[in-house]
């Protein structure tokens, strides 16, 4: 068995290098310029800006280890990516691969041994194409461009170089998906930085954005003073995961095999401590500040099924473009008022007519009558539009009632879903699900601690034993069987979840299944009864035709119908009478053609705009079921949550296989709680993937 030293955490590791390459490359630093990077101190000792190529570089050294380092910087501008990025594709390497190589010999002559290189993007491609030429050196990169073609050899392993793919990075993705991975020399890594957002495509790429107050590379979350607001650590660094013993990279395999003695067992207590309940710490925040979210959407229940409801009557009013008919799918007052006056003014133009029949009919008109007869059949016109109008009030009310029904019981219906059939279905879903989630990371943590202090006594323990077996040869006494006291870590499988089956899914399934719901609810009640009101105006429409083409029809025939007619014209006021008479009946008819106008294009509108209005309706059904935004921000927090998780699976697995070996009794016990505790995690995140997906 190899006993490995644990590397000085003042040496220069992958996480300085990436972040080197991916932040600090991008400050343009002076020389002279005292900068640091995961609390090691660096100088800048040389720069170079600006040559003809678009290379540029700078050197740093590490002040405590003497270690140099060249940092080629990525693209930066268009010079950058349209001159030599599009070479890169090409059979000549460009300029700046030869200039790189040129600076890399300089600065080995000038400054010092070169240790290690590193870059980013474009500066990750010169990196490489230094470390192919130089295998003594140390090559790190972040998401680096490729090389041209024919520079890689395949049959090379360039053990000296390590490249590290962010998950989210859009170059590599790009790359890899083209079939060009090949141009791209060395080891290759994912890790689990950024977030999946269009609006972090630089950082994605970069691994960085600007640092806090505190230094830390996060992104905000939410808005401040609402309830989920935090910030997701992105800093590619973070999420590289090395060795608790070694400081390496655990990726692509397990380190080599350590000796279990104190000096390691406290190693792994402090990792625990340091590495892992750190990182636990920031999946118990992004969980908290999901649960925050999912909680105040769930108080909010009420007033999203209102808001919809309101939105809903809003649309539905919107598309007649009349007053009239604003409130249809409440109580429809003013449509009601708007009949209710019809049938008065039809009243109104009856009585009218009855009063210009008596006329007609009395003295002199007998005469006219007897030459030649005229009479409006009151009865007979009136009957039919009287009857026409009480049906339309009560196609209507049933119009009204249906809108309301659609309002009041079948919107708060959409919302309704999920497991256990909740009445908000994603809320509900979510809320249950985080209810699980809640337990188990707290149990999660708990059993860390408990197993941190296990290996801390283990590690005391093998001091204990040593001090004893000194003592005993000292005074010449035969040891004694000691035993010290050691914290039991609780095996234990934390809760299953029945919730998210379908992972963030359900919202997309929940929003389609309402919206199809809608436009069939509207689609089969609404759109009928507006095709009978149309039919039902237009039949008003043509009894009101027929009175006034009855009423003007007496008119003339009384009036000029016959020449005794024209006599009494003349020596009478008959026909003013007559006139006078008519245009006092034609007046409230007119008054009605009028309004039902307006009926008759409104409820054309409605019926014709209704399916489209439904259709564009999806949007506030998304908003009202979770508002887009905060889900989205819950989608975030996980993702953030399952990358540690991931992280946490490694370097588990890393010390399940340390720990194989051993027969001590004390060990195999900590391989039994290691071995718990991964699986644990692994419960865990799968429980977290399903809000990713």
Not at 167 to 196: H, M, Q
Request: hydrophobic share 40%; net charge negative; charged share 20%.
């Amino acid at each position: 068995m190899t006993t490995i030293n644990p590397v000085s955490n003042v040496q220069t590791t992958d996480q300085d290098l990436v972040e080197l390459a991916g932040f600090h490359a991008y400050r343009h630093y002076q020389t002279g310029k005292i900068i640091t990077v995961n609390d090691k101190i660096f100088k800048v000792v040389d720069t170079q800006y600006g040559m003809s190529s678009g290379l540029d570089a700078v050197t740093v050294q590490n002040h405590e280890t003497k270690e140099l380092t060249v940092v080629y910087i990525g693209s930066e501008d268009n010079k950058d990516w349209i001159d030599t990025n599009a070479k890169l594709l090409a059979d000549t390497p460009p300029a700046q691969v030869g200039d790189a190589q040129d600076y890399f010999d300089w600065v080995n002559t000038n400054l010092g041994k070169v240790d290690s290189v590193t870059g980013n993007s474009l500066g990750g491609g010169l990196t490489n194409a230094v470390a192919i030429e130089n295998p003594q050196v140390k090559a790190v990169t972040l998401n680096p461009a490729i090389l041209p073609a024919g520079l890689v050899d395949p049959t090379m392993m360039y053990d000296n170089i390590t490249n590290y793919y962010s998950r989210f990075d859009f170059l590599t993705s790009t790359e890899e998906s083209l079939g060009l991975g090949n141009r791209i020399p060395g080891k290759k890594y994912s890790i689990n930085n950024g977030v999946p957002l269009l609006s972090m495509i630089a950082p994605n790429h970069t691994g960085y954005v600007d640092p806090d107050k505190d230094g830390n590379f996060v992104i905000e979350v939410g808005i401040k003073g609402q309830p989920g607001h935090g910030f997701i650590h992105i800093g590619a660094d973070d999420h590289i995961v090395t060795s608790i013993w070694t400081g390496q990279p655990i990726y692509g395999g397990y380190s080599e095999k350590i000796e279990i003695n104190q000096e390691n067992m406290i190693l792994l207590s402090n990792g625990i401590r340091d590495q892992v309940k750190g990182r636990i710490t920031n999946v118990q925040e992004y969980i908290s500040n999901s649960v925050s979210i999912v909680e105040d959407e769930n108080a909010k229940f009420s007033q999203r099924v209102t808001t919809l409801q309101e939105t809903f009557q809003q649309k539905l009013e919107e598309i007649a473009v009349d007053p009239l008919f604003k409130g249809i799918a409440e109580t429809g007052a003013i449509i009601k008022a708007a009949i209710d006056d019809l049938i008065d003014l039809l009243n109104k133009a009856e009585e009218r007519c009855l009063i210009l029949n008596s006329i007609l009919n009395s003295k002199p008109a007998e005469l006219i009558e007897f030459i030649t007869s005229t009479n409006i059949s009151v009865e007979t016109l009136f009957a039919p539009a009287r009857d026409y109008l009480n049906q339309l009030k009560q196609d209507v009310d049933y119009l009204v009632a249906s809108a309301h029904n659609i309002l009041y019981n079948e919107i708060p219906e959409l919302f309704r879903g999920g497991t256990d059939n909740f009445v908000d279905a994603v809320v509900g879903e979510l809320a249950a699900h985080y209810n699980v989630l809640k337990i188990n990371k707290e149990e999660v943590y708990t059993q860390l601690t408990e197993y941190e202090a296990q290996v801390n006594d283990i590690a005391n323990s093998f001091i204990n034993r040593d001090v004893s077996l000194a003592d005993a040869i000292h005074s010449g006494a035969t040891p004694g069987e000691r035993v010290d006291a050691v914290q039991k870590t609780e095996i234990k499988t934390i809760q299953e979840s029945s919730y998210l089956v379908i992972g963030m899914k359900m919202k997309e399934v929940q929003v389609e299944l309402a919206h199809n719901t809608i436009v069939t609810v509207g689609t089969t009640i609404l759109r009928p009864i507006l095709s009978r009101l149309e039919r039902i105006v237009l039949l008003i429409e043509a009894a009101l035709t027929a009175i006034i083409v009855a009423v003007k029809a007496a008119q003339n025939i009384a009036i000029y119908g016959n020449p005794i007619s024209l006599l009494m014209s003349i020596f009478t006021d008959y026909e003013q009478r007559v006139k006078s008479a008519v245009a006092s009946a034609l007046e409230p008819l007119v008054e009605m053609e009028v309004l039902m106008e307006s009926l008759r294009v409104g409820f054309n509108r409605m019926h014709t705009n209704l399916p489209e209005m439904l259709d564009n309706f999806k949007p506030y059904l998304d908003t009202a079921i979770f508002e887009p935004a905060k889900f989205e921000n819950v989608r975030l927090y996980n993702v953030a949550t399952l990358a540690i998780l991931d992280e946490m699976e490694l370097l588990f697995n890393e010390i399940i296989y340390q720990l194989a070996d051993e027969k001590a009794n004390a060990i195999e016990e900590t391989l039994e709680v290691s071995k718990n505790v991964l699986g644990n995690l692994q419960i865990l995140k799968e429980q977290v993937d399903r809000g990713t997906l």
